[in-house]
Structure formats: C-alpha cells, structure tokens
C-alpha cells in the first residue's frame, strides 16, 4: 500500500495544491459530464474521458485522482444512453471500469513519471493493459450470462481504440500546460 501512495504522488511538474483541485474539479467534471451531455459516439466520449484520466495521472497527487476513475462510469450510468437498452447492464461492469481507468492512469504513474519510459511506450502499456483487463473481465461476465455480448466489443477494441486516441489529446494538452509553467 505504502508503494501505490508514493507512486499516487508523482506529478510531470510541481504545481501548488490550490491548483491541483482546480485541476481535479476540471478532470472529474470532464469524466462526469460528457457521457452525460454527449452521450454518443462512444468513441468521442471515450477519447474525452482517456484524455482527462491521462492528464490527471501527469498532474494530480494521492487522494485527488480517485473521482477521476470514478466519474466516468457514474457518467455514464446517470445518462443511461451508451448502452440503450443495455445500461442496466453496467453496473455490473463498473467496479471493473474503475480498476480499468485505474490501470491507464497508474501506467503513467509508474512507466512514464517513475521510469521514465517516453510517452508513446507508456500510452501502448497503459492502454493495452486496460482494454485487456476490461475484455477479460467481461468475457468473464459474458460467459457467466451476466452481461451481454455487446460489451464484448465496447470493452475490448473500443477501450483500446479510445484510450489510444485520448493520449494524442493528453499529450497535446499536457505539452501546453507545460510551455505555460
């Protein structure tokens, strides 16, 4: 445990804490609010939604990321939109999303602040370590008949596809605020 805090607290730079929870109010907004006003394409949301999970990792410390992996999902849920007919399903996958967009913003924690492995190394990890867990999981689910088959795809290539494509947004993003400090 004591290892996850340290590895929590690594930031890219140094900012002050007033600024941190502005940030972690941005972030978790932009995971709340898109799947609720957007809703579709999930593609859009997703890349939103990977793009702020990402910038947190880089910035926020300790307590101040976990409405960050939380509000998605939660996002999501109260809209009730990305999976029609299927949302009620999600609920049974959240707890699973929650560990899934804690493995993309710990993959930046540790391979990009801690190791220093370059960027695009760390998105490929921290991506492809996600959308394998979240298939995993709900191919576990599928085959118990808890889910349906259209998780499959949503969990798997899709989570792959927009976590890819939030960290071109990130990156961006990320390398603005920096040429600012």
């Excluded at 939109?81 to 959240?94: A, E, H, K, Q, S």
Aim: charge should be positive; glycine fraction near 8%; charged fraction near 10%.
């Amino acid at each position: 445990m004591k290892y996850l805090t340290k590895l929590s607290n690594l930031q890219d730079y140094s900012i002050g804490e007033a600024h941190q929870y502005f940030e972690m109010i941005l972030y978790t907004s932009v995971c709340f609010f898109i799947p609720m006003f957007i809703g579709h394409p999930q593609i859009a949301v997703g890349i939103a939604v990977n793009a702020a999970i990402i910038v947190a990792a880089l910035n926020l410390k300790g307590y101040k990321i976990l409405p960050v992996i939380i509000a998605p999902s939660l996002g999501a849920l109260s809209r009730g939109v990305l999976f029609g007919p299927f949302t009620v399903y999600l609920v049974y996958m959240i707890p699973f999303i929650w560990i899934g967009n804690s493995i993309l913003l710990f993959s930046f924690k540790l391979f990009k602040l801690k190791l220093k492995k370059n960027y695009l190394t760390t998105l490929v990890l921290g991506a492809g370590m996600k959308s394998g867990f979240l298939f995993l999981s709900a191919y576990i689910l599928y085959s118990l008949s808890i889910i349906p088959a259209i998780f499959l795809t949503a969990m798997g290539i899709m989570q792959l596809a927009t976590a890819l494509g939030g960290g071109i947004p990130a990156y961006l993003a990320q390398k603005a605020k920096k040429n600012l400090y």
